[in-house]
């Protein structure tokens, strides 16, 4: 739990996007953590992301499964070090399936087959702008969990970048998932709090995963742009 007396009931912040407090206990936590760390070391390590535009993004990421650059998928770190992107661990797999039980349910979660993560770390004052997580070919649900400081999380709309939207506070433990008619709806993080992790999870900033499907079969994807 986050520290909460009695943990927050779960949310739906609009059709298909389900925010639920503390759904990693602490043990949980800490065993996530621990494995965000061996992914972010090198060969196909954490790296900061360049945007085509030249300017650069704030949060550092490391990809598992398929490697994510802007705006496409390969199986190697093209705008990196070039090295094989790592496996997408069946353990991850698991948990994010079962994220998608407690949230839309059996039927939804024994058809999710994921095969990507992206592990952000934010640093102080790393923040992501409004997006659309587009790149993959599958209409699956977007799995999010976070870990360390707390988060304003900006869920909006499919149409464009701004009003309407809902701000969330993610915590560490927290679970989000978007499926359904949010699956492709825009979202962001403003801002992290710095300090408000919880002593006990020795991690300085936030991390969160994310977990989906590519629906690429074998081959690489490109959005078309940039490389
Ligand atoms: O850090 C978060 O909570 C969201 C991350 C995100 O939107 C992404 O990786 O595409
Ligand atoms: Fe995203």
């Given at each position: 739990m986050s520290g909460e007396l009695f943990p927050l009931p779960a949310a739906e912040i609009a059709p298909g996007a389900v925010h639920v407090p503390g759904w990693l206990d602490t043990q949980e936590?800490?065993?996530l953590l621990a494995a965000c760390r061996e992914w972010a070391k090198p060969p196909a390590g954490l790296r900061t992301v360049r945007m085509p535009n030249g300017g650069q993004m704030s949060v550092r990421t490391v990809c598992l499964g398929w490697h994510w650059y802007p705006y496409g998928y390969a199986r190697t770190v093209v705008d990196g070090d070039g090295a094989p992107v790592k496996p997408f661990p069946a353990p991850l797999g698991a948990l994010a399936r079962r994220a998608v039980a407690a949230t839309l349910g059996e039927e939804e979660a024994a058809r999710y087959e994921p095969d990507i993560a992206l592990v952000n770390f934010y640093g102080h004052g790393a923040r992501m702008g409004m997006h659309r997580d587009k790149e993959e070919r599958s209409a699956a649900p977007v799995v999010s969990l976070s870990l360390g400081d707390t988060c304003t999380f900006r869920f909006g709309n499919t149409e464009n970048r701004g009003r309407p939207w809902t701000d969330v506070e993610l915590r560490s433990g927290d679970l989000f998932v978007f499926g359904g008619p949010s699956r492709f709806?825009?979202?962001g993080v403003p801002r992290t709090f710095p300090g408000t992790a919880e002593p006990v999870l020795?991690?300085?900033?936030?991390v969160n995963v994310t977990v989906r499907v590519g629906g690429f079969g074998n081959s690489d994807s490109s959005g078309?742009?940039?490389y």
């Open positions: 936590q800490l065993r709806a825009h979202h020795g991690l300085r900033g936030r078309g742009s940039g």
